[in-house]
């Protein structure tokens, strides 16, 4: 696989790719892609979660 682990002045860095995993304090980067479908993922469990609870008080 395209794992590295090295290290610049001290300071650890994993890199898979040619890219920063954890770029600092357990952060992962992330492209913008990635960004908008992890909002999207996270509004769509919110919503299920909504969905759910209405679901429950509309049966009662």
Do not use: W
Not at 17 to 28: A, Q, S
Not at 36 to 55: A, S
């Amino acid at each position: 696989m395209g794992y590295r682990r090295g290290s610049i002045l001290g300071c650890h860095f994993d890199r898979v790719n040619g890219e920063y995993v954890f770029p600092g304090n357990g952060v992962e980067a992330l492209s913008k892609e990635q960004k908008c479908i992890r909002e999207l993922e996270k509004k769509l469990k919110d919503t299920e979660m909504e969905r759910d609870i209405l679901k429950k008080a509309m049966a009662t």
